[in-house]
């Protein structure tokens, strides 16, 4: 069992950043592999970003690509994701979800992940 609890979000206007924060607790952290993903109104969840179990490898949405960063650190068990360049259509609820698969089958499919945390809301204005 792994519980997750993001942290971080909030209103910021387009072409703004923020982080988010995922930490973790439960069993070994570093052997799952983290994702990030998103669920606006109306919409499915979708991935935007995910990380191996060692932090070596990362996968993006194209609709993210160049604009966000997902890092790991494995001595604190926490999974950040830096959005830069913000845009309204990233408003969502973001989500964090850990994995036991094998990189990179799958990892940008939700229904791999069996962990997930409660949520934070990130919302761009215009």
């Known amino acids: 069992q792994v519980q997750l609890v993001e942290s971080g979000g909030g209103l910021v206007q387009a072409g703004g950043s923020l982080r988010l924060s995922c930490a973790a607790s439960?069993?070994?952290?570093?052997?799952?592999?983290m994702g990030w993903f998103r669920q606006a109104p109306g919409k499915e969840r979708e991935a935007v970003a995910a990380?191996?179990?060692?932090?070596?490898?990362?996968l993006y949405a194209d609709s993210v690509k160049g604009r966000f960063t997902i890092s790991r650190d494995n001595a604190k068990d926490t999974v950040d994701l830096q959005m830069n360049s913000l845009k309204p259509e990233d408003t969502a609820v973001y989500y964090c979800?850990?994995?036991?698969?094998?990189?990179?089958?799958?990892?940008?499919?939700?229904?791999?992940?069996?962990?997930w945390g409660q949520g934070t809301q990130v919302t761009v204005s215009s």
């Open positions: 979800a850990a994995a036991l698969i094998h990189w990179p089958v799958g990892v940008l499919r939700r229904e791999s992940y069996h962990y």
């Open positions: 439960g069993r070994t952290f570093s052997a799952y592999t």
């Open positions: 990380i191996s179990w060692s932090g070596a490898a990362t």
